[in-house]
């Protein structure tokens, strides 16, 4: 359906990696985010955004070929905002509950 290689430097996108790449064409090919019915070859196991990725996209089988030496090491730091929560979390379920 689908191939593709790493793009992070050419399209200046962190999230360009090859398994995103080859999902978003797929996703085209497909008129459809979900892949139910499809696997994935992949030459190094996929790091965690990918991962997350391939599952969101119901991936049915993720093959790769070596093991990953390293996994990203810089991890941000996630702040909640606890002054917004309350009213964050009111408009984000009234606008899921207009679209359900």
Do not use: W
Request: charged content about 30%; overall charge positive; glycine content about 4%.
């Amino acid at each position: 359906i689908a191939r593709a290689s790493n793009r992070q430097l050419r399209d200046s996108d962190p999230s360009a990696h090859a398994e995103i790449v080859a999902l978003r064409e797929a996703g085209k090919v497909l008129r459809n985010y979900r892949l139910d019915d499809c696997d994935i070859y992949v030459t190094v196991e996929p790091c965690l955004m990918c991962r997350e990725a391939l599952k969101r996209a119901r991936i049915r089988s993720v093959y790769y070929a070596a093991p990953a030496a390293r996994e990203a090491t810089h991890i941000p730091e996630y702040i909640e905002e606890s002054s917004f929560s309350g009213a964050a979390g009111k408009l984000i379920r009234e606008f899921f509950s207009g679209k359900r």
